[in-house]
């Protein structure tokens, strides 16, 4: 149970993510969830929009910087959705937890000090997998004569082939139920009622919505 005061601190790696709000609500709702009870008080919240690479992220990074002072300030824990918001980098987590300022992470509450530099070692190591991942498939790429960097469509061509088969694969699936809730009068609101009642879901796995249906429909 939460207890004291609290600054919590929000990242998000890009400028567009920034302006979409894309995570950062997820970010804040764990906050909240974590803080949810107890006698605890949100003092404030600093959000920052920066991509995390390098070892000196503290001086790239104004925001956690001033979260950072005004957690000594007012002698309030530091409180983040998720230790990799906070970054990959083992030396980093260290610095952090040695700059005296306590803070915890929501999705880890019982995490002491050395769980969150062992963490961020995998964290780090994920990263550097990554990395080398995607090092490897844009080698890869190259040796099939893939030109990387080129937008134009001689290489966009077999994905963009690719999925149109597969959305006209999972339109023809629905055709049948589709053209059945037709017959029986149903309009298109009402075959989303059908759908989205029956538990059946998008390509993408989601809640059907009208313009999904009719993208469907227009594939029959």
């Known amino acids: 149970m939460a207890n004291g005061k609290f600054i919590a601190y929000h990242r998000v790696s890009t400028q567009k993510q920034g302006l979409s709000g894309l995570g950062l ?19 404030q919240e600093f959000l920052e929009v920066e991509t995390g690479k390098g070892a000196d992220a503290l001086d790239r990074r104004p925001q956690l910087k001033a979260a950072i002072d005004a957690c000594k300030k007012q002698k309030a824990t530091l409180i983040i959705a ?6 990959r980098n083992v030396h980093f987590i ?19 000090k050395v769980m969150l530099q062992m963490y961020s070692v995998m964290a780090e190591w994920e990263r550097d997998q990554i990395s080398a991942r995607t090092k490897a498939a844009l080698q890869t790429a190259k ?6 960097g080129a937008s134009g469509m001689a290489n966009l061509k077999p994905n963009i ?16 139920m589709i053209e059945g809730m037709k017959a029986q009068g149903l309009s298109q609101r009402a075959m989303l009622g059908e759908l989205n009642g029956l538990g059946i879901k998008t390509a993408k796995g989601g809640e059907w919505s009208l313009v999904q249906l009719q993208r469907v429909m227009a594939r029959f």
């Open 82 to 87: 998720k230790l990799d918001r906070l970054a």
């Open 94 to 112: 260290s610095g952090l937890i040695e700059s005296g300022v306590d803070f915890v992470c929501a999705d880890m509450p019982q995490a002491n």
């Open 161 to 176: 082939e690719a999925r149109q088969k597969s959305a006209d694969e999972f339109a023809n699936k629905l055709k049948g």
């Open 143 to 148: 040796a099939r004569g893939v030109v990387l």
């Open 25 to 43: 609500e997820a970010q804040k709702q764990t906050v909240l969830t974590y803080l949810n009870g107890g006698n605890w008080e949100l003092v």
